[in-house]
């Protein structure tokens, strides 16, 4: 024979765990007003290791957003015009993205925005530049950094 307080413990808890599996698919079916799908980029390079200095931009956009420096990802459900509107991502929608890092070629992405998993890997190629010979810096001389006159007398005592 259960004591009694085992007994309602164990009622308590049925019916707690009755009533969260109850309420909390509603709780969590619907989103808030404003809040969009998220959309993650990760950049990459050619070896397909992180590119931390690369920023992700949308052409309507004013704004830069600087991807994470260890991983390369960058995420977003809602983006913020200029014009003060903000666009938020919904399951359909079509975005385009530009993104750019130093010493890479910047890459334009068209997107079609899911209802779940929407992560783009992009990679960048990188720019194509060659150095055949060594780059000789030129010597500019400024007034006061003239060489002196070694000729001439001396100083006068």
Known sequence: MATPLLSSAARILGLGLGFGLVAAPDAFAKKADGEGVPVYVKVLDGEGEPVSTAVV???????????????????????????????????????????????????????????????????????????????EEPLIQFGRDRPRDVGGAGPAN
């Open 57 to 135: 931009r949308h052409p309507d956009e004013a704004d830069r957003h600087r991807v994470n420096a260890l991983t390369g990802e960058w995420f977003a459900s809602v983006l913020y015009l200029p014009d003060g509107s903000e666009m938020i991502f919904t399951p359909g929608m079509s975005i385009t993205l530009e993104v750019s890092a130093p010493g890479y070629m910047t890459q334009i992405v068209a997107y079609d925005i899911r209802k779940r998993k929407n992560k783009i890997e992009i990679t960048l190629p990188p720019l194509p530049i060659e150095v055949e010979e060594e780059i």
